[in-house]
T-cell receptor, first 114, second 116 residues
Framework: EAGVVQSPRYKIIEKKQPVAFWCNPI?????LYWYLQNLGQGPELLIR????????DSQLPKDRFSAERLKGVDSTLKIQPAELGDSAVYLC????????????FGQGTRLTVV | AQKITQTQPGMFVQEKEAVTLDCTYD???????LFWYKQPSSGEMIFLIY??????QNATEGRYSLNFQKARKSANLVISASQLGDSAMYFC?????????????FGTGTRLTIIP
């Protein structure tokens, strides 16, 4: 079974430039999460999808961040324009959404804004 | 208030010894789930163990066990016979909310270093 796939693994951009991250969840997983992880910290939820619907985006900085999950499968997270403080690891996770089911994580995208 | 609290930023443990990583949580939901994840330097979050709020027995998965004390709202991870490969960050997490509206919240983590 293929796991959660994220790309790219690493991205270095200059501030004020746009950047996009892509996530392919495990087949059949209805729930998809995007997390932000700062160095030495735990992951913090940015947005959660149930199928194609964003059901929790309360922590997403909507002035510069956007996300989509077309057809309820792959998802893209975008930052425009990027700021120095956006440097972090962006983790994507998916789950079946049942009470006992754990979330499976991708390897993350490490973003460096210079 | 913090939903998940991990009070040990770092721990050093001798190889082959047992280690306990602390986690306390805060929720008013009667139904919730508690998870532990391991994050090695490669960055991937690896699921270790799950405990449901209604589970009568403590969860165990190989060398991992979860010491669940519901009244104290604690869910400590116990690793028996530690190995060098156990060196990593460990995160406690909680799932709460109704089906289709769950939130998964993480603690700040504990960095575990196993000493040969």
């Amino acid at each position: 079974e293929a796991g959660v796939v994220q790309s790219p693994r690493y991205k270095i951009i200059e501030k004020k430039q746009p950047v996009a991250f892509w996530c392919n969840p495990i087949s059949g997983h209805n729930t998809l999460y995007w997390y932000l992880q700062n160095l030495g910290q735990g992951p913090e939820l940015l947005i959660r999808y149930e199928n194609e619907e964003a059901v929790d985006d309360s922590q997403l900085p909507k002035d510069r961040f956007s996300a989509e999950r077309l057809k309820g499968v792959d998802s893209t997270l975008k930052i425009q324009p990027a700021e120095l403080g956006d440097s972090a690891v962006y983790l994507c996770a998916s789950s079946l959404g049942t009470d006992r089911d754990r979330a499976f994580f991708g390897q993350g995208t490490r973003l460096t804004v210079v | 208030a913090q939903k998940i609290t991990q009070t040990q930023p770092g721990m050093f443990v001798q190889e082959k010894e047992a280690v306990t990583l602390d986690c306390t949580y805060d929720t008013s939901d009667p139904s919730y789930g508690l998870f532990w994840y391991k994050q090695p330097s490669s960055g991937e979050m690896i699921f270790l163990i799950y405990q449901g709020s209604y589970d009568q027995q403590n969860a165990t998965e190989g060398r991992y066990s979860l010491n669940f004390q519901k009244a104290r709202k604690s869910a400590n991870l116990v690793i028996s016979a530690s190995q060098l490969g156990d060196s990593a960050m460990y995160f406690c997490a909680m799932r709460e909310g109704d089906f289709g509206n769950e939130k998964l919240t993480f603690g700040t983590g504990t960095r575990l270093t196993i000493i040969p």
